[in-house]
């Protein structure tokens, strides 16, 4: 059901915000059945629900409760898309499996997660989340190894480095994609957690040694914990400031499905690694959204003025526009629930380490590498300088 808070948004705001859950009562049926009385525009409420990665659950939903309301014309759509993303979905778990169980003949130690995995978690249906890549969990020392076993599979860097370049991307970012050469699969080879630019003291070790089995369409396959895929969903969010609703539908339907959850574990994580304001932050917009309770670990960040007023800002600003904040105002957000010296660190550190961007505008040898970091604050004010001029 749409909270009074949202019934000022436009109506395909609301069709979104009442269709973000796996299951639906029959309050929930009827408020979204009288949204769907008034002037929709479709093909914007499609676009949007793809941008905010819930298309899949818009489409069961209607589809499922709605389908006399539906134009002919928009329902055949909805149907040909959910049918499209499963087989894509299945399609992305067999290639899953046969990548993983080529990591395993090298040697390679590995965890799966996101893709169809965290569609099994969250959903207990793969074809619930839409269709993207293959996240894949590695130890960095293992990074030569997986890049060959990938190509053996026709997977390939989908950026060409220099020896150089591929060094600093190992030591300073935690991940590069790998497409087949078919282009209907990604596989996302993860050695870190977050990238530099978002300090964390935790590495791919921290998850790789407190793993879990979940079985997905038959196949039994390594992934996160339950409280340590909450913890890295909640960074993951955090560390894109919270563009996407589905990021918090899914961890609302992690927590909805996983009763036994150790949320004293999760305060642990997150105070170890000086999180706690983001797990938290994470938390009380799931409560705000998906009026899911605060858990009893957090209560106690959870009376933070500032924390709530980040939840209002966030609330309200939740489906205003997908674009991540840069520079200072990514800085000033980074406030709020880093430490100032992380945030600091954050800023200083997007600010000169070199990314792909920076190497593909300008092509040097390996021997002056070096001159990336000065070319990286110039190309940045010379693209974002200009855009505040304009």
């Known amino acids: 059901m749409v909270s009074d808070a949202m019934t000022n948004l436009p109506a395909e705001e609301q069709v979104l915000f009442c269709v973000a859950r796996r299951e639906l009562d029959d309050d929930d049926v009827t408020s979204l059945r009288n949204l769907l009385t008034q002037s929709l525009d479709w093909d914007y409420l499609h676009t949007f629900a793809f941008d905010q990665g819930l298309l899949m659950l818009l489409a069961t939903h209607l589809v499922a409760n709605c389908a006399d309301l539906l134009p002919l014309t ?8 959910l049918l499209t993303n499963r087989q894509s979905n299945l399609y992305l778990l067999s290639e899953l499996v046969r990548v993983l169980s080529q990591f395993e003949k090298a040697g390679i130690d590995a965890l799966a997660f996101k893709g169809p995995v965290l569609a099994q978690l969250a959903y207990e249906d793969t074809g619930m989340r839409q269709a993207g890549d293959l996240d894949i969990l590695i130890r960095r020392e293992d990074f030569g190894s997986a890049v060959e076993a990938l190509r053996e599979l026709r997977y390939e860097m989908g950026f060409r480095l220099t020896a150089a370049q591929q060094k600093a991307r190992l030591r300073f970012h935690c991940e590069l994609f790998f497409p087949h050469a078919n282009c209907f699969s990604v596989v996302d080879l993860h050695w870190g957690i977050t990238p530099k630019t978002f300090p964390l003291t935790l590495t791919s070790d921290d998850f790789l040694a407190n793993r879990r089995k979940t079985s997905v369409a038959g196949q039994t396959i390594d992934t996160f914990t339950d409280e340590d895929l909450i ?23 992690l927590i909805r499905n996983h009763s036994a959850l150790s949320w004293s574990t999760l305060r642990a994580k997150a105070s170890e690694t000086k999180t706690e304001k983001i797990v938290c932050l994470t938390l ?4 705000s959204v998906y009026r899911l309770p605060l858990p009893d670990a957090f209560k106690d960040l959870g009376e933070s003025a500032e924390l709530k007023k980040t939840v209002g800002e966030i609330r309200s600003d939740l489906l205003a526009s997908p674009i991540v904040p840069r520079g200072l105002k990514a800085f000033r957000w980074n406030l709020r629930f880093l430490t100032k010296k992380d945030a600091y660190l954050s800023f200083a550190r997007a600010t000169f380490l070199p990314t792909v961007a920076d190497w593909q505008a300008f092509s ?18 010379t693209k974002y300088g200009g855009r505040r001029k304009d």
């Open 74 to 81: 928009v329902l055949n759509r909805l149907r040909t898309e």
């Open 231 to 253: 913890f890295y969903l909640s960074l993951h969010a955090a560390k894109h400031y919270f563009r996407k609703l589905e990021w918090m539908t899914t961890i609302a339907e």
């Open 284 to 287: 009380m917009l799931v409560e």
């Open 364 to 381: 040097l040898p390996d021997v002056l590498y070096p001159a990336y970091y000065f070319l990286r604050p110039v190309r940045l004010l």
